[in-house]
């Protein structure tokens, strides 16, 4: 049973450090997605990448945040400085395109005190 | 861009009635609409789908009707059970066009009550 994974699950951290989330795909999927959800909020897509190209990223506070796809088994999403706004839980999701089911990993929940 | 508003934001049901959620979507090119059950603490995941070019979908208990022309699709659970309590979350996006992402209504907790 193929399951997108996330690391590290939890995170806490201060105010101004750099804090970086990683995500492995599905083996074979083509599209990844990066959301952040928040009570507020709920789903927010900051990024994506299709065949590791990113594709869009205007989710994303571009200052501070930043998402690559070094391989095809690794996609990565940093914030630098991370700010107390940025508590959330952050989720990858992979998929097949065009449009399909996204399968979601486990999230990572930032705290920034 | 596409606009998903999502009704109601909470929904309390006794076991085995049924629930009813609704979505609209502002986008004329949207013909991808999926809908994900996120239970407290867990991933969101997939619970059904529907594309354009049918006006509804059943899956057991659940079922999914959409009207184009109104541009607005809901999400049916029939027999509640209390196993079904979780924030579900519809969704939208445009298959063509190059585009590949979805836009999440802000979900709806259903609450079904023994």
């Known amino acids: 049973d193929a399951r997108v994974t996330q690391t590290p699950r939890h995170k806490v951290t201060e105010m101004g450090q750099e804090v970086t989330m990683r995500c492995q795909p599905i083996?074979?999927?083509?599209?990844v997605f990066w959301y952040r959800q928040t009570m507020m909020q709920g789903l927010e897509l900051l990024a994506y990448f299709r065949n590791r190209a990113p594709l869009d990223d205007s989710g994303m506070p571009k200052d501070r945040f930043s998402a690559e796809m070094p391989d095809a088994t690794l996609a990565t999403l940093k914030i630098q400085p991370s700010e107390p706004r940025d508590s959330a839980v952050y989720f990858c999701?992979?998929?097949?395109?065009?449009?399909?089911?996204?399968?979601f990993g486990p999230g990572t929940r930032l705290t920034v005190l | 861009g596409e606009n998903v508003e999502q009704h109601p934001s909470t929904l309390s049901v006794q076991e085995g009635d049924s629930a009813v959620i609704k979505c609209t979507y502002s986008?004329?090119?949207?013909?991808?609409f999926p809908w994900y059950k996120q239970e407290l603490g867990k991933r969101p995941q997939l619970i059904i789908d529907?594309?354009?070019?049918?006006g509804e979908k059943k899956d057991q208990r659940i079922a999914v009707t959409l009207n184009k022309t109104a541009k607005h699709f809901s999400l049916h659970i029939t027999e509640t059970q209390p196993e079904d309590s979780a924030v579900y979350f519809c969704?939208?996006?445009?298959?063509?066009?190059?585009?590949?992402?979805?836009?999440f209504g802000k979900g709806t907790k259903l609450s079904v009550i023994p």
């Open positions: 969704a939208g996006g445009d298959s063509g066009a190059g585009s590949y992402q979805l836009t």
């Open positions: 083996l074979g999927h083509n599209t």
């Open positions: 529907i594309r354009s070019n049918v």
């Open positions: 999701a992979s998929g097949l395109s065009p449009l399909n089911e996204q399968f």
């Open positions: 986008d004329s090119a949207s013909n991808y």
